[in-house]
């Protein structure tokens, strides 16, 4: 939520899908390597210690690194303004425009005209034109694209030995299809800018849709990997696009508050999303599972396919408007 709100206030409107499929890659670099890490230590016990136990705590030291880079970054010019500091707005700027300037080569294009600066918003400004439309759009959204995504990513094992395969090769083909995770983003470099977020949202939730019944009915090892990278680059697509498309819906003076509202439905789906899915596993086999996720998937498509404004190109202020 908050590195989301980041971005869309320091990038340009040229570039802010690629640098929100940046970001993502780089996060996402993380699952092929914790699926690599519990394919070599999960089956293990080490100086005492489980597997599991190990995995977790290589992953935690992660948060040293994000301590150690956050210091170096500056604070989002747009919101110093709306807060009221100018001052320190107008520094971030000057110093940004300077390190592009000599990264650049020459003197950067003249700044668009400058607009007003909103006062403060509060939690009601969400519920007024044209935003409670939004908030219910990536609501619902946020809601279903949970199943979606973690109702394949979580269950990948265990789905691969309902469709016949050993505990120990699906741990295996786990991990090849988790190689894939990075790989949406990474394709979102070239793609990010050139397509709406809400076409690419669409076209990738009919793909996830396609490739899960096609999954459901496949048996051989190949297809079976060939199709689970499939759901991966989709889901991965409508990850980054998603993030991008939900933090430019909202102005500046609510836009984290808003993005933090949104998407807490999609944590709050995740806890129950886990025991649907188990239970329409144990009740529907694996057709019952992707069926379900084809039906949430589908409402994605229609909320945001039906709902969902433009914004490729476009300045956050002329999106909030």
Not at 60 to 80: D, N, T
Not at 146 to 155: E, L, R, S
Request: net charge positive; charged share 15%; proline share 6%.
């Amino acid at each position: 939520m908050t590195i989301g709100t980041y971005i869309s206030e320091l990038v340009p409107k040229q570039i802010r899908g690629r640098a929100f499929a940046c970001e993502q890659a780089v996060g996402f670099t993380a699952v092929p390597v914790v699926a690599f890490l519990s394919y070599l230590l999960v089956p293990r016990t080490l100086f005492g210690l489980d597997g599991w136990r190990w995995v977790v705590l290589i992953g935690a030291h992660g948060a040293l690194f994000v301590w150690w880079i956050r210091r170096a970054l500056p604070e989002s010019p747009r919101w110093l303004a709306q807060q009221g500091r100018l001052v320190e707005a107008d520094r971030v700027m000057s110093e940004l425009e300077a390190k592009v300037r000599s990264e650049y080569g020459r003197e950067l294009p003249p700044p668009a005209p400058p607009a007003p600066v909103a006062p403060r918003g509060s939690f009601r400004d969400m519920w007024v034109p044209p935003y409670r439309s939004r908030t219910l759009m990536m609501t619902i959204f946020n809601i279903f694209q949970t199943v979606g995504f973690y109702g394949f990513a979580n269950w990948v094992p265990t789905l691969l030995i309902k469709q016949g395969i050993t505990i120990t090769t699906s741990l295996m083909y786990s991990s090849v299809i988790a190689l894939a995770a990075p790989i949406g983003p990474i394709i979102g470099l070239f793609i990010g800018d050139r397509f709406e977020r809400k076409t690419v949202i669409v076209v990738m939730a009919a793909v996830n849709i396609v490739c899960g019944l096609w999954f459901s009915q496949a048996s051989g090892a190949v297809l079976l990997v060939s199709l689970g990278v499939c759901l991966t680059l989709a889901g991965n697509i409508i990850s980054y696009s998603y993030h991008a498309y939900q933090t430019e819906l909202f102005p500046t003076s609510i836009r984290a508050r808003a993005v933090g509202f949104v998407y807490s439905w999609s944590r709050f789906s995740a806890i129950f999303t886990a025991f649907l899915i188990a239970a329409v596993l144990k009740h529907f086999g694996t057709t019952g599972v992707f069926v379900f996720i084809a039906g949430a998937m589908l409402i994605v498509m229609l909320a945001i396919g039906l709902m969902g404004p433009r914004t490729k190109g476009l300045e956050l202020e002329k999106i909030s408007r």
